[in-house]
């Protein structure tokens, strides 16, 4: 089999070691593999395969040596080095929000339009995490029963805002005041309906990309989409609540055949066993788990369902690393 020479900018954030746990996992074909980030004074090597890996500066990379590019950075610095990784030919899939919405860049999850991954194009974006693992659990079921309208409430982990988000919630565990607060609120013992910066009509940043992205994923650019996002005192784990209305009748039996039958979906679906999706169990794995699904009184082509997934692995550096994969069966 060829291997691959691969680079990480960003390795040292949550994302970018998680890419690097799942290439081994996964046992992706690397030849050599680079790390890169900005803050190398803590962590200066990081390790793969039992080996010490240096971490470097992005600026010292040379990208004509590099196949594939996978970006855990911040928009500002993708922007800055992706275009220097495609002048190079690298294949690049950046989990930034840099080239999610750029019509020339497809934003892919596989399982839903994995049809885009195509050989000669070099740029991929990964969505938000959230977005993610709702395309990956409505996909099937629009293709089978014509998505009209969604309407999703999120509880999203301390992880999403990467080792910010984490050490404050330790902090405040632990009862101290956080030294680098990421949230404008205390998120111990609390949930904030607030990620990210609000627009001039009340939605938070996180709404909007969760909006624009889950059309672009799913080809659907009249689709009605309402959002609230909230982010809740766990580590890691995404949940979703989910409301999704269908242009033709739907029950829940025809439904939950269509999601224990699609890839990288887990159906777990027995409340009065209290057998559901949670996320202390989604934690690690790459798949997405759905269940309570059930009719809405009224609505006869509307189901309710939760969906929860890693959103460290699912909802950033499994889903990027399936896309390489796909690059290489091509």
């Known amino acids: 089999m060829k291997k691959y020479n691969v680079l990480i900018a960003g390795a040292t954030g949550l994302v970018g070691k998680t890419i690097l ?61 992706v275009p220097k990784a495609l002048a190079a030919g690298n294949y690049v899939i950046d989990n930034s929000s840099a080239y999610r919405m750029d019509p020339a860049v497809p934003l ?33 079921l629009h293709l089978k029963f014509g998505l009209e309208r969604i309407t999703v409430t999120t509880l999203q982990a301390v992880s999403g805002s990467g080792l910010r988000g984490l ?39 996180e709404e909007l990309k969760i909006i624009s992205e889950i059309k672009k994923i ?40 269509i999601l224990a039958a699609s890839d990288n979906i887990i159906l777990q679906d027995f409340p009065n066993e209290s057998i559901y999706p949670i996320a202390l169990n989604s934690s690690g794995h790459d798949e997405v788990y759905v269940g309570r699904i059930r009719k809405v009184n009224g609505l006869p082509n509307a189901l309710q369902f939760w969906v929860v997934a890693d959103n460290l692995r699912k909802g950033a550096a499994s889903n990027a690393i399936q896309i390489a994969e796909q690059i290489i069966k091509l």
């Open 21 to 81: 746990k799942v290439l081994e996992e996964r046992k992706f074909p690397v030849n050599k593999i680079l790390l890169c980030a900005s803050n190398r004074i803590d962590e200066r090597y990081l390790r793969f395969k039992e080996e010490n890996i240096q971490v470097q500066a992005l600026d010292e990379i040379d990208f004509n040596e590099i196949d594939f590019s996978f970006f855990a950075t911040e928009k500002e610095i993708s922007l800055r080095y």
């Open 218 to 257: 799913l080809r659907l650019e009249n689709l009605i989409v309402a959002v609230t996002t909230v982010r809740v005192p766990v580590e890691n784990g995404h949940s979703e609540s989910v409301l999704v209305e269908f242009k033709n009748p739907v029950d829940e039996n025809s439904a939950r055949q």
């Open 108 to 140: 892919v999850i596989p399982e839903a339009n994995g049809d885009l991954i195509q050989k000669n194009n070099f740029i991929y974006a990964n969505p938000n995490c959230s977005t993610a693992q709702l395309a990956a659990a409505v996909n099937p």
């Open 167 to 205: 050490a404050q919630l330790k902090s405040e565990r632990e009862f101290h005041q956080p030294v680098d607060p990421v949230y404008p609120h205390r998120i111990y013992n609390n949930c904030i309906p607030q990620i990210g910066v609000f627009d001039g009509n009340g939605n938070c940043e």
